[in-house]
Every structure is written in C-alpha cells, then in structure tokens.
T-cell receptor, first 111, second 113 residues
Framework: RKEVEQDPGPFNVPEGATVAFNCTYS??????FFWYRQDCRKEPKLLMS???SGNEDGRFTAQLNRASQYISLLIRDSKLSDSATYLC????????????FGTGTRLKVLA | DADVTQTPRNRITKTGKRIMLECSQT?????MYWYRQDPGLGLRLIYY???????NKGEISDGYSVSRQAQAKFSLSLESAIPNQTALYFC????????????FGPGTRLTVL
C-alpha cells in the first residue's frame, strides 16, 4: 500500500461547480499536511497547509481527519483557472524525515 | 529573479554518460531537496540536505549522487545515465520546520537515450 494515496481523476466539472478531493495516508505518526497545485509541466506550488481544525482560503477549504487518516480539499465556484493537478503531501519526522507526495488528482474545469 | 533556479532546463544524453544537474537558491534556506517526477508515480525524493555538512538518501538514491557546495547550491549527478532515469527533476528548498512549505525550481527535463 502506498503511504499517500489519491484518486488520479481526471475530475471534469463545469465552471461554478463544487468539487472535493480526498487523500488517504497510512502513517499515523504523520505531523503536517499540505495541498500543492501543479500546472502541466510546471513546478508544484503550495496551495495551502492543512490544520487540525480545518482551514479556509477563499474558495478553498482543507480538512484533516486523523481518526480516518485522510485529508480533503474542497473547491467552491470552480474557475477555468483551477484546472491543474492537486498533490497532497504528508510529512513526519518520527525516525526518518519524510515528506511524501501523493501522485496527484487532475482537475479539468470546463466552460 | 526566481528564488530557486535549475540548470539545464532540458537535457538529452546517451546511456553511460555522466551528467550533473545544478540548483541554486536565494531564499537563504538551509534545507534543499532533489526529486524526480514520473507519470503515475508522482514526486519521489532522491536526496536531501539539511545543511552544508548534512546529506541524506531519499527513497530512490541508487544511481545518483549529490554535492552541497554551499548553502545556496545543491547538485545532482547521474554517474552513468540509463534510460529509466528519463524523468522530470525538481530541486526544492524549505525552512527548518516540518510544517514549512517547499519551494520548487522550474525543473529539468532529462532524456536518456
């Protein structure tokens, strides 16, 4: 089993739709969680960190469920410019340093 | 100017050749990383360095070596390139905390024939 798993998609949604992605992780000792965005052939860039209490940044909401070991990303009112691949990251420093990327979920927002 | 730069941006080489990818950063971070990205496999950590005197193997270090020449410079070498090392390579930097984000360079697209 992979340490971090994501549905690869693609998720094809119309503009204005709400879409949610989940990411599951296997290491219960994981400490920090992130969502990165990657445009085609470009470098990943941090979209948002994920806090235990959940957090929101404009149209984006991130949630953490430690009991079930998953994080989620909700995008409301999707824009064409949201089309990208969304990577979840799980990090820990118990024992060996780990900063594990999921394989990404591809989102296409359609006009 | 970009905070994290990588050279070259694209490289085609032949099996058996030695190749070096270079990374420089102006963010003043101590921590630097090398990843490779392959379709369907995501980003995988090759090597990381928490300061100039600290070098650590990542998930897939076989066939690679690194050099941390200065705080701002971290190079990745392929001693004898093979076709399955064809990939997109990213350098990244971060602050000293687990919860710090990583800042990525623009990537080097390497093709080994």
């Amino acid at each position: 089993r992979k340490e971090v798993e994501q549905d690869p998609g693609p998720f094809n949604v119309p503009e204005g739709a709400t879409v949610a992605f989940n990411c599951t992780y296997s290491n219960s000792a994981s400490q920090s969680f992130f969502w990165y965005r990657q445009d085609c052939r470009k470098e990943p860039k941090l979209l948002m960190s994920v806090y235990s209490s959940g957090n929101e940044d404009g149209r984006f909401t991130a949630q953490l469920n430690r009991a079930s070991q998953y994080i989620s990303l909700l995008i409301r009112d999707s824009k064409l410019s949201d089309s990208a691949t969304y990577l979840c990251v799980v990090s820990s420093t118990s024992g060996t340093y780990k900063y594990i990327f999921g394989t990404g979920t591809r989102l296409k927002v359609l006009a | 100017d970009a905070d994290v730069t990588q050279t070259p941006r694209n490289r085609i080489t032949k099996t058996g050749k030695r190749i070096m990818l270079e990374c420089s950063q102006t963010k003043g971070h101590d921590r630097m990383y090398w990843y490779r990205q392959d379709p369907g496999l995501g980003l995988r950590l090759i090597y990381y360095s928490f300061d100039v005197k600290d070098i650590n193997k990542g998930e897939i270090s076989d066939g690679y070596s690194v050099s941390r020449q200065a705080q701002a410079k971290f190079s990745l070498s392929l001693e004898s390139a093979i076709p399955n090392q064809t990939a997109l390579y990213f350098c990244a930097t971060s602050g000293d905390r687990t919860y710090n984000e990583q800042f990525f360079g623009p990537g080097t697209r390497l093709t080994v024939l």
